[in-house]
């Protein structure tokens, strides 16, 4: 999908933003300037007035997590390792010799909470970038508002792909990166018989169509796929099901805190891990001491990072991280995507020479750092980013340790353009 179809999609979308967000027309914008700037955007331009203040020595940003609601046992430590990102770009120098300051926002585990506040963060406190989100329905409710205002959103997380917009950058992994890997993994380890499990919304639904074209396209069968609402703590009868459904493996997109409801009845059922493994796409080291060791130990992920890499990056990355937030605190791939994210934006605006968006866009392909998983890489067509693939088992320790990894950093391909079985979900996309 081109560019420009991508902005006009975002503008036709653009109302729903004005419905989620906080109504009226916002504050310094008349209702002209905003029709003008969602037509500006269908039309593949801006004329989105930027009220970012350059003239002193601090630039602003904004963070939106989930500090409360069902995702703040994950989202919480993404804001963490933000603020230590930008604390430390502060110490050395800051970007273009300015100090960031930081506004946080509570997302709420909302979508419509999401794209009220990144309005308020362009429109109100006028950042220069945004930096959040968890699930794909908080990015897809604050998609149209980056778009419509020429601002810039800084999405961390592992996604299901599909999706490329002028306004995103998604340092976290599109599905050729996460969910593909993870599957060959199971492809190789004998496993033909998978069961879904993922919560009622954007991603795991999405991921799954993924999952269910990989299985007929490589002799794999799925037996179950079952949809729970966010927040959900019932898994009996989705757990009775898997049981006597007859697969060899699970593929887990559930989010938040219904994993730890998931893996408690799984284990109550009987069910282990060298029986019917579960590989997660969104457990990280964070939720394996929220869901319990005894309920998860054994089981497979599949990310970009794991606190146990072993680099002179990851070693002061976690490092730094214990000594400002506590020992007993573990990195993951989130947070670790999300401090990433800051360094690559500073790389971009200093590539550039401005914090203009324009300017950062056109300036962001091939913009490196060397990052806690490894060198990662922007892609400035797709906005995506170059990154090593990773599958993990969680050990003794409560840590996830690498049994298998990609021969070093991966294409980001969000529209799984590149495979013979995907080719439906890519042209249904475009």
Partial sequence: MTMSRIRRLGAAVAAVAALVSMGGCGWGRTVAEKNAAEAAASAGTSTAKSCVDTSGSTIKIG???SLSGTMAISETTVNKSLHMAADEINAAGGVLGKQLKVVDQDGKSEPAVFAEK???????ECVAAVFGGWTSSSRKAMLPVFEADNALLFYP???EGMEASPNIFYSGAAP???IVPALDYLKEQGHKKLFLVGSDYVFPQTANRVV?????GNGMEVVGEEYTPMGSTDFTTIVNKLKFSGADAVVNTLN???????FKEYKASGLTADQVPVISMSI????VSAIGLDNVRGQLTAWNYYQTLDSAENAKFVKDFKARYGQDKPTSDPMESAYTSLYLWKGMVEKAGSFDVDKVKAAADGVTFDAPEGEVKVDGENHHIYKTSYIGEIGDDSLIHTVWQSDGPIAPDPYLKTYDWAKSLSASAE
């Fill in 176 to 178: 050729n990166q996460q």
């Fill in 256 to 262: 938040g805190d219904s994993n730890v409801a998931f």
């Fill in 212 to 216: 269910n074209a990989y299985a007929a």
């Fill in 118 to 124: 990144a309005r308020s963060l362009i429109e109100k």
């Fill in 284 to 287: 990280a080291e964070e939720e």
């Fill in 63 to 65: 963070f939106v997590n």
């Fill in 157 to 159: 997380l592992q996604y």
